[in-house]
């Protein structure tokens, strides 16, 4: 079968070079994986916060990586930081690991418990886990992404909006992206 087709099925035009493959996740583990494969590693920084794990899981994704590491961010614009921080709400997840190694991030206990149940009969923990979250105006959010830039040494982030409202979302990125889409007109 040709290189990109399958079922008949072809991938029109074909790109002179292939795209750069991301892994995203949140240990130690994933970064080095991202690193041995020769892929760019995102931290999930929008499923866990905590800074120790996050510069720990960038430094090794740097070792010997040919791509420089992402950070996943929660982040919501609004035209005030009372707004952006009421439409987020209290964010947060817990981790449910079973003692053969699997876990997930959930967002409530009755998720948790009811996804325990049909794993199976395995001892688990939960842990509860913070994400990296910049709410406020737009200028807020340009400060808190140099911030993460100056802690973590990072270049570039992924955004995910926690926010079920299309427009909502829509105008957050529109404020957030205000400096960068005025340059390009």
């Known amino acids: 079968m040709a290189a990109g087709a399958a079922r008949g099925a072809a991938i029109i035009p074909r790109p002179e070079t292939a795209p750069q493959a991301f892994l995203l996740g949140g240990s130690a583990a994933t970064a080095r994986k991202a690193r041995d494969l020769g892929w760019g590693y995102v931290h999930a920084g929008h499923h866990d916060g905590n800074a120790e794990v996050t510069r720990a899981a960038l430094s090794l994704a740097r070792e010997g ?40 991030n959930l967002g409530s206990k009755e998720s948790a418990l009811d996804y325990a149940a049909q794993y199976g009969p395995l001892d688990y923990s939960l842990t509860e886990r913070r994400p990296t979250i910049l709410a406020g105006t737009a200028e807020d959010i340009h400060a808190g992404f140099d911030a993460l830039a100056r802690d973590f040494g990072i270049a570039e982030f992924v955004i995910d909006q926690p926010v079920a409202e299309t427009s909502a979302r829509l105008a957050s990125l529109h404020l957030i992206a205000g400096p960068a889409l005025s340059a390009a007109a």
Not at 81 to 93: H, K, M, T, V
Request: net charge negative; glycine share 8%; aromatic share 8%.
């Open 65 to 104: 990586g040919a791509v420089a590491p992402v950070l996943a961010v929660l982040a919501f614009a609004a035209p005030t930081r009372a707004e952006a921080e009421a439409r987020l709400g209290d964010q947060r997840f817990l981790r449910l690991t079973f003692e053969d190694g699997h876990s997930v």
